[in-house]
């Protein structure tokens, strides 16, 4: 009971010792005042206040007073030297609180203030850093307001904060403010004089500062490379192909011919970076022959593009061409138009055929032999030609693919071939053996001169004869000198000379039959062929080339001219203006696809048929000429002389008394007899005529 008592009055005691206090703090007032702290936008990250705590109206200080200080949210420490520092700050709002408790009062004041370190800086942008135009846009964004010192401004070219270095200069009349005090926009202008380059876009120093009075400073982000080039962008179109300066119709031309399967690559070089894939520039290639592919390899900087021809024939004409249109430069320039790449690809072997006009059984001692590559060759001469047998008398090129020659024989087998490996087309590939050409020669064997010379003379001196007693009986007869005339005088002599003049046409038109006769029988026969009659006509001198038809062709040095090297490498892509025709004349033009046609894959040079004439078409023409002229000549002499003895018989005749008959000589009889003995020549004429027209006929036209 006492102690809850004692319990009871302690606690009374300590309600009144509280009312007491609130009631002397109620009469009363605690203030803080700051004599020393950092401003309200404070570039430092440090802070120090000094601060002094004064009672009632009088500002009397507090002596028994106890501080509390505390920054933002930290713990609360013990200040009572009325002064504190702070390090370290972080950039952002900071706040700082005093508290006070003592014997007059407690009261709390705060500071509030923002550290702000970084200083400010612009970011400066362009509409593009590769560009072809003479103008563009530029944009400056600020990373806060920077207004102190007047902030970014743009009055004139020489009054403005950002600053051009180059061929280029600001146009003051374009700027433009997009966000107050954070985001401008200007144009920059390119002089005209100056065809390619860089302008460089700079920010200024330190020309304006922010609230915290950081100074505005420079990054990297304030300048900017922009770099401008107005020229056309160019395209170099390359192979591996290898090159070749050949000498075609009189004029130096570039041939471009591989049988390589790995020069098959196609390069793209463009004087400057483009904006376009791989894939895209390869839609933009087209072939006429086989796929391409792209083709790994460094790109220089999107600068070359590397491709394979694929899926190509084993004899082809491949012509590359580019559409330029859709490919665009990295300033945005179009690219020109280039000229299509056209080369040869050939894998085949030259094939090489010898023929001649002579047959394979001649007494002649020289023989023409017609050389004949299915394609164009180069570097072949007449040391390449192996002869057995003989020699070579002469040689000459009709074309690249077609050469002539005459062989001497000094035995009587001649063989000739051209081997292998001794001469190539213009692609590289080397020549496949010839066939083996071989040709007996012979010497006209003396019996078979003496019985043709034998045969002639008989029948010369026969038709004399005949013709001496025919001409003189019909002169006697036409005066009445028989009165019955005999047979034997008047009929005989013309049909016994008619009969052996016969006989010996049949031995003579045998030398044309299509089969193998005997030496002894063709060289009589070819002995007595004026039966026919067949000779050499008058302006025929000399011996006679039926393979040769024209007469003019260039020697094999002056149709080879080479030089040979790589062109997939060229860095360079685009020569000069004033270079262009020097290259052409130096180099030469590359042949257009139709010219590759033309000079290679037609085999000829030029059309044949204007250098070569066919044996077979060639000797029938000749044979036809040959009978019809002389058979005109002496026929036509056979018929006048015939009307002159008629016309002088006549006038015999007349001066006569007796009248009588011209007997032989009478009118058709002769001629009769005489188109009796020309049939044969006729036939022949006309078989040697239908030969040659045939052979015309069916001869291949070259183009």
């Not at 590289?428 to 078979?448: D, E, F, K, M, W």
């Amino acid at each position: 009971m006492g102690l809850s008592r004692y319990s009871w009055v302690v606690l009374l005691c300590w309600v009144f010792l509280l009312l007491c206090l609130r009631s002397g703090c109620d009469g009363s007032e605690v203030s803080v005042n700051f004599l020393t702290a950092p401003l309200a936008f404070s570039r430092l990250n440090s802070a120090t206040f000094v601060f002094e705590v004064l009672v009632g109206g009088n500002d009397d200080p507090c002596n028994d007073c106890i501080f509390n200080c505390k920054l933002d949210n930290g713990t609360p420490s013990d200040c009572q030297a009325k002064k504190v520092s702070y390090t370290g700050l972080l950039d952002g709002n900071h706040t700082f609180e005093v508290c006070t408790n003592g014997s007059q009062g407690v009261g709390c004041a705060s500071y509030g203030w923002t550290v702000d370190t970084v200083p400010p800086t612009a970011y400066v942008t362009a509409s593009t850093s590769f560009t072809n135009a003479l103008n563009f846009s530029v944009n400056i964004s600020f990373s806060e307001p920077c207004t102190v010192g007047g902030g970014f401004g743009c009055s004139s070219v020489n009054a403005c904060n950002l600053l051009v270095y180059g061929a280029g200069q600001v146009i003051p009349s374009t700027f433009n403010v997009l966000q107050p005090n954070l985001k401008f926009s200007v144009l920059v202008g390119l002089s005209y004089s100056v065809p390619y380059g860089r302008v460089i876009l700079v920010m200024d120093k330190s020309f304006c500062a922010d609230s915290a009075r950081n100074k505005f400073m420079r990054t990297e982000n304030s300048s900017l490379l922009v770099h401008f080039d107005i020229r056309s962008v160019f395209v170099n179109l390359r192979t591996h192909v290898p090159e070749k300066l050949l000498e075609l119709n009189s004029e130096t031309r570039t041939v471009q011919a591989t049988n390589n399967y790995k020069n098959l690559k196609v390069y793209l070089y463009f004087s400057e970076p483009v904006l376009n894939s791989s894939t895209e520039v390869l839609s933009s290639l087209n072939t006429s022959q086989g796929v391409l592919l792209p083709n790994g390899g460094r790109s220089l900087g999107n600068r070359r593009f590397g491709f394979l021809v694929e899926n190509v024939s084993s004899v082809a004409i491949v012509t590359i061409s580019f559409d330029s249109s859709a490919i665009i430069s990295r300033q945005g320039t179009p690219v020109s138009p280039i000229a299509p790449v056209t080369f040869l690809y050939d894998s085949q072997r030259p094939i090489v055929r010898l023929s001649t006009t002579s047959n394979m059984r001649t007494r002649e001692h020289t023989i023409p032999i017609l050389i004949k590559f299915l394609k164009p060759v180069f570097g072949f001469n007449s040391s390449h030609i192996s002869i057995s047998g003989g020699h070579l008398q002469s040689f000459n090129a009709i074309s690249r693919s077609i050469y002539t020659t005459e062989i001497k024989a000094d035995h009587d087998v001649v063989s000739v071939n051209v081997p292998e490996n001794i001469t190539g087309d213009v692609a590289g590939n080397q020549n496949l053996a010839s066939n083996i050409l071989q040709v007996r020669h012979y010497s006209v064997p003396i019996t078979s001169c003496v019985i043709s010379t034998f045969t002639t003379a008989s029948f010369v001196a026969t038709s004399l004869a005949a013709g001496w007693l025919t001409v003189s009986t019909a002169s006697l007869q036409s005066v009445g000198a028989f009165l019955r005339p005999r047979s034997y005088l008047v009929s005989d002599p013309a049909r016994n000379l008619f009969r052996i003049a016969s006989h010996i046409q049949v031995f003579a038109l045998s030398r044309w039959l299509p089969v193998t006769l005997p030496v002894e029988y063709y060289e009589f026969a070819r002995g007595i062929q004026w039966s026919v009659p067949y000779f050499s006509l008058p302006w025929e001198t000399g011996h006679i080339h039926p393979i040769m038809v024209g007469s003019s062709s260039p020697t094999v040095s002056s149709l080879y001219a080479s030089r040979i090297h790589d062109s997939g490498f060229f860095e360079t892509v685009q020569p000069e203006e004033d270079n262009l025709d020097r290259a052409a004349s130096v180099y030469g033009l590359p042949l257009t696809p139709m010219e590759y046609r033309t000079f290679f894959e037609n085999h000829s040079f030029k059309p044949e048929a204007e250098y070569i004439s066919d044996p077979q078409n060639s000797n029938g023409r000749r044979d036809f000429n040959r009978s019809m002229f002389w058979l005109a000549v002496i026929g036509g002499s056979l018929i006048l002389l015939h009307a002159l003895l008629v016309l002088v018989l006549k006038i015999r005749k007349k001066s006569s008394e007796k009248q009588g008959s011209y007997g032989a000589l009478v009118f058709p009889r002769f001629e009769i007899f005489l188109i009796i003995l020309v049939l044969p020549c006729i036939c022949e004429a006309s078989a040697s005529l239908v030969k040659a027209y045939c052979g015309i006929c069916c001869m291949p036209i070259v183009v």
